[in-house]
């Protein structure tokens, strides 16, 4: 594995400024692009999983926190208040507390539940200097975030379910969990009292990891102040482990913000609030990712899919207007010329991209393609139009 805070800087993926400060990386192209394709992945995956989204501030009352509980918990974690027309506003350290308050203003029917309510949003957390680093803690966050409003008897089936799309996601990003940990509660007032909750929560977390089959480790002191959660953890390159998916059980917030659903009985009920992040933090997943895959990205997620390669000047009209091509199907095409360097040159700067399109004069005659794989494998020479149709959807593994 590589040190994605060396490897994402040498690749021309993110970079950090004094200026700006410390835990606040920039995104430069190549790694928006990596960032954008992996959040447009994630919104698809939720949509076809039956999530709707949202849009919320990143920006709360005092108040909103002091109801959530993290006023109280969490306070250490956040950004001081700012005094803002007589009130005082937060930069949220996440996004439940905004979700509890979007579900509360229209009613539900028990018809509606499950409620999966998603949202790529930004939160902020006030790290200390001396854990900062790289992407992978930041004061800044692009948080994949979701949260179920469900019955409890749905609660164990939508876990389940959290836990499917997270399986899925690192296989379509070719990574892999480290380990799974039950978070539990442990000593002290870091946690929300109320024993009954936190006991059915965990036995609920409990029996979705023992169905599901997969080894895990529970652990007293790492649950959320409000509920138990299960933890998928990675590992870096130098062994650190870190926490990147998360699937939590909470009946705390449903209660402090009194939401309910009308039941066919036609009274109130307390929904109960299932908290899940499939990728955990942007910058986190795109960190781990480069370090697993040394830059070298699944087809779908490279800033760079295809380079075409003419061999000299005589093929660049032929190359132009295959890279037009390629760009009208999605594809992210670069065209490098021959004023770069020799063909081996070419090559080798190249080297990270999932496919080469070598031009000479056989192929711009005939409107053929030799390809070459990032592997060094060779394909045969064949027709662009052939090609191109060959290599699919290169914009999304969602299948």
């Given at each position: 594995?590589?040190?994605?805070?060396?490897?994402?800087?040498?690749?021309g993926l993110f970079d950090?400024?004094?200026?700006?400060?410390?835990?606040?990386?920039?995104?430069?192209?190549?790694?928006?692009?990596?960032?954008?394709?992996?959040?447009?992945?994630?919104?698809?995956?939720?949509?076809?999983?039956?999530?709707?989204?949202?849009?919320?501030?990143?920006?709360?009352?005092?108040?909103?926190?002091?109801?959530?509980?993290?006023?109280?918990?969490?306070?250490?974690?956040?950004?001081?208040?700012?005094?803002?027309?007589?009130?005082?506003?937060?930069?949220?350290?996440?996004?439940?507390?905004?979700?509890?308050?979007?579900?509360?203003?229209?009613?539900?029917?028990?018809?509606?539940?499950?409620?999966?309510?998603?949202?790529?949003?930004?939160?902020?957390?006030?790290?200390?200097?001396?854990?900062?680093?790289?992407?992978?803690?930041?004061?800044?966050?692009?948080?994949?975030?979701?949260?179920?409003?469900?019955?409890?008897?749905?609660?164990?089936?939508?876990?389940?379910?959290?836990?499917?799309?997270?399986?899925?996601?690192?296989?379509?990003?070719?990574?892999?969990?480290?380990?799974?940990?039950?978070?539990?509660?442990?000593?002290?007032?870091?946690?929300?009292?109320?024993?009954?909750?936190?006991?059915?929560?965990?036995?609920?977390?409990?029996?979705?990891?023992?169905?599901?089959?997969?080894?895990?480790?529970?652990?007293?002191?790492?649950?959320?102040?409000?509920?138990?959660?299960?933890?998928?953890?990675?590992?870096?390159?130098?062994?650190?482990?870190?926490?990147?998916?998360t699937v939590q059980v909470?009946?705390?917030?449903?209660?402090?913000?009194?939401?309910?659903?009308?039941?066919?009985?036609?009274?109130?009920?307390?929904?109960?609030?299932?908290?899940?992040?499939?990728?955990?933090?942007?910058?986190r997943a795109v960190a781990?990712?480069?370090?697993?895959?040394?830059?070298?990205?699944?087809?779908?997620?490279?800033?760079?899919?295809?380079?075409?390669?003419?061999?000299?000047?005589?093929?660049?009209?032929?190359?132009?207007?295959?890279?037009?091509?390629?760009?009208?199907?999605?594809?992210?095409?670069?065209?490098?010329?021959?004023?770069?360097?020799?063909?081996?040159?070419?090559?080798?700067?190249?080297?990270?991209?999932?496919?080469?399109?070598?031009?000479?004069?056989?192929?711009?005659?005939?409107?053929?393609?030799?390809?070459?794989?990032?592997?060094?494998?060779?394909?045969?020479?064949?027709?662009?139009?052939?090609?191109?149709?060959?290599?699919?959807?290169?914009?999304?593994?969602?299948?």
């Open positions: 594995m590589h040190d994605h805070r060396k490897l994402g800087r040498e690749l950090t400024d004094p200026l700006i400060g410390a835990g606040l990386p920039y995104w430069l192209p190549d790694g928006a692009v990596v960032r954008h394709t992996l959040e447009e992945y994630i919104r698809d995956a939720e949509r076809r999983a039956g999530y709707r989204h949202v849009c919320s501030p990143v920006l709360g009352k005092r108040e909103l926190y002091e109801i959530s509980g993290h006023w109280e918990h969490y306070r250490d974690d956040m950004f001081p208040p700012m005094d803002l027309g007589g009130e005082q506003v937060v930069l949220r350290p996440s996004l439940c507390p905004h979700h509890a308050v979007i579900y509360r203003s229209r009613s539900h029917s028990y018809r509606e539940l499950p409620l999966r309510m998603a949202e790529l949003g930004g939160m902020y957390r006030s790290e200390l200097s001396g854990v900062l680093g790289g992407l992978t803690r930041v004061r800044a966050i692009q948080l994949n975030d979701a949260h179920i409003f469900c019955t409890l008897d749905q609660v164990a089936e939508e876990a389940a379910a959290a836990l499917e799309l997270i399986r899925s996601a690192y296989a379509a990003m070719g990574i892999s969990a480290a380990r799974y940990r039950l978070s539990l509660a442990g000593e002290g007032g870091k946690y929300v009292a109320a024993p009954e909750n936190w006991k059915r929560a965990a036995a609920l977390l409990t029996e979705v990891l023992d169905r599901s089959g997969l080894e895990y480790e529970a652990v007293e002191g790492e649950a959320a102040f409000y509920g138990p959660k299960i933890d998928v953890q990675v590992a870096d390159s130098a062994g650190r482990e870190s926490t990147l998916s909470d009946f705390h917030q449903p209660e402090r913000f009194d939401l309910h659903y009308t039941g066919p009985d036609g009274a109130k009920h307390r929904p109960v609030m299932v908290h899940r992040s499939i990728i955990g933090s942007v910058e781990h990712l480069i370090e697993v895959h040394g830059g070298a990205f699944p087809a779908w997620l490279a800033p760079t899919q295809l380079v075409i390669l003419p061999i000299s000047d005589a093929e660049l009209p032929h190359a132009d207007r295959f890279a037009r091509q390629c760009l009208r199907r999605g594809l992210r095409a670069e065209l490098s010329p021959p004023d770069r360097g020799s063909l081996g040159a070419r090559i080798r700067e190249a080297r990270l991209v999932p496919y080469q399109v070598v031009i000479g004069a056989k192929e711009a005659e005939a409107d053929l393609v030799s390809v070459r794989l990032r592997d060094g494998q060779r394909l045969d020479a064949q027709p662009a139009e052939e090609f191109l149709a060959g290599l699919g959807d290169l914009r999304s593994s969602v299948d």
